[in-house]
């Protein structure tokens, strides 16, 4: 079995990578909470939290919900964990949010599939990656659930919402360029805006708490999609200058930081890196 590892790395210190927690078990997308004591990742249709420190996982009571994928992460409160999960009988992923403690979890969008990806700093809002019409695009709901709002329409894929901490902006991954790179839109779809124009497939862009930096999962151009298990990197862009930087390279892609990830003090962030195959 393909051994997992919960890595953390600061990014003033990239060669210096800090693992967490290494697993027999395929685990994927962590999520630091906002009072920096655990880090929450998803396992086999379950939802884990582990001290960034390290121990023993404890599993997260998600009640009926028992297919979670990799795409959850916690309110700006810390009060609330929001899920994607595929339990219901069709098979296809809904958006549910439910106490960060545990409990029954509460449906907020009846359409699907819809991915979760971002919440507004305010906590008053979702943003997600979803499919209607057989077409894919980037829609906002009310985080207590309401009428959806679909923001951007494309022949390709949008995906990886994420509000920046000021509220002003979303910022996602689309091929619309006809290869995926990052753009940015403020809140209701207006002032569409390419961020990143280079020769990777750049995905999953993670802004910082206090709004300095980006880090983003970049693959090689030829790569379609994101797929597991293929060399990676994980970069960081300088929200003032734009320019980007190399971190660390690893053996990745889907489940290594699909959701956001930083510590409170934007210093690090958590990611997920697997074995190689034939690893000594």
Not at 51 to 61: L, Y
Not at 118 to 142: E, H, M, V
Not at 185 to 208: A, E, K, R, V
Request: some cysteine; hydrophobic content about 30%.
């Amino acid at each position: 079995m393909q051994k997992s590892y919960l890595e953390i790395l600061n990014i003033s210190q990239p060669k210096r990578r800090q693992i967490v927690h290494t697993f027999e078990e395929h685990i994927e997308a962590p999520n630091w909470t906002p009072d920096g004591k655990w880090l929450i990742y998803n396992s086999k249709g379950r939802l884990f939290r582990i001290s960034p420190k390290g121990g023993t996982p404890t599993p997260i009571d998600t009640g009926f919900a028992v297919r979670c994928n990799n795409d959850h992460g916690v309110s700006p409160d810390g009060k609330s964990i929001v899920i994607s999960d595929q339990t219901h009988e069709d098979g296809s992923s809904r958006i549910y949010t439910l106490p960060i403690s545990g409990g029954k979890p509460i449906l907020i969008t009846p359409k699907a599939p819809s991915f979760w990806h971002g919440w507004s700093p305010d906590g008053k809002t979702l943003t997600y990656c979803a499919q209607r019409n057989l077409r894919y695009g980037i829609f906002t709901i009310p985080a207590a659930g309401g009428e959806e709002t679909r923001l951007t329409v494309s022949d390709g894929l949008d995906d990886g919402p994420e509000y920046s901490p000021d509220g002003k902006y979303i910022y996602f991954n689309s091929d619309r360029s006809g290869i995926m790179q990052i753009w940015r839109m403020t809140p209701n779809g207006s002032d569409l805006t390419q961020t990143t124009n280079d020769d990777f497939g750049n995905w999953f862009p993670h802004i910082s708490p206090d709004g300095k930096s980006m880090v983003i999962l970049s693959y090689d151009k030829s790569v379609i999609g994101h797929p597991p298990n293929q060399e990676v990197q994980l970069r960081l862009r300088d929200m003032k200058t734009g320019s980007i930087r190399p971190l660390i390279s690893l053996f990745g892609g889907q489940g290594t930081i699909n959701v956001p990830s930083w510590s409170p003090d934007s210093t690090q962030f958590a990611f997920v890196s697997y074995e190689r195959p034939n690893a000594d």
